[in-house]
């Protein structure tokens, strides 16, 4: 099995994200057992919002969820040593029209933003050139979050490897045999690695609370759920899991 967090100290690498928080609630305990050493850049695609959990910063609006969301992916980068922040500034589901059902079932193809966020991601990974790119699965079909995995898809072909983390907390929504069945047949994905990350977990956790727009008791608990069954079939714990291309090795 690769070790990961090796290879996130060895090469330069570019975390794509959705929205500010996916990286630190998917793969942050990766992050975390490499905190200060992994010389990463986080790219987060869609940084405009009108969501918020707290009801009082959703009617403060737009400008200042966007805001507050850019302060905490700030704090969290330096938090992990992240090297770089690259915001793309394009508007979320929120502000496109969708809600919160509306959103997880959209068809992306027929999203405006397909074309500009495969040619803004595109060009993000020509001018960063990384070693590796770890970029969302699209597991739970949020429709933020299947464009970028298409657009990190479509971008391939350049020698760059690619490989996809569980999507959470939306993997957590779905029984691991499905969430399985997703990724190895829509997908075209093989697991890669699965790493134990029980000794950073609370480091992981504390992370995520530093998206306190975003994260309550709730989405830590099945954040939680999910990482202990992935690390049930080695006997306990609590592990994070990344997929690649089948048969390519992680290069697409």
């Known amino acids: 099995m690769p070790d990961l967090t090796a290879e996130l100290g060895a090469a330069h690498t570019l975390l794509i994200a959705p929205h500010p928080d996916d990286v630190a609630y998917s793969c942050g305990g ?20 009108s969501w918020a959990l707290p009801k009082r910063l959703r009617r403060a609006g737009p400008d200042v969820i966007t805001a507050r969301r850019k302060e905490e992916e ?20 929120s502000l496109r029209g969708y809600d919160d059902d509306t959103e997880m079932t959209a068809d992306p193809a027929r999203d405006p933003l397909r074309e500009p966020v495969a040619r803004a991601v595109a060009a993000a990974v020509r001018e960063l050139r990384p070693g590796l790119v770890l970029a969302p699965a ?39 045999p499905a969430v399985e069945g997703l990724l190895s047949g829509s997908r075209g994905l ?22 306190g727009s975003q994260t309550d008791d709730e989405c830590v608990r099945e954040v939680t759920l999910h990482a202990r069954r992935v690390a049930a079939p080695a006997g306990g714990g609590r592990a994070e899991r990344v997929w690649a291309v089948a048969g390519a090795a992680g290069n697409p």
């Open 74 to 93: 700030l704090r969290y980068c330096r938090a992990r040593g992240l090297a770089r922040y690259v915001p793309l500034g394009f508007d979320d589901a």
């Open 138 to 176: 699209a597991v739970g079909g949020h429709v933020d979050h299947l464009l970028v995995h298409e657009a990190v898809r479509r971008s391939a072909g350049d020698g760059v490897r690619r490989l996809y983390y569980e999507d959470l907390p939306y993997a957590a929504h779905h029984a691991l």
């Open 190 to 211: 093989v697991p890669y690695a699965t790493t134990d990350v029980s000794g950073v977990f609370q480091e992981k956790v504390r992370g995520m609370y530093v998206y």
């Open 30 to 49: 990766l992050l975390a057992a490499r905190a200060g050493a992994a010389r990463a850049t986080l790219l987060t695609v869609f940084t405009r919002s």
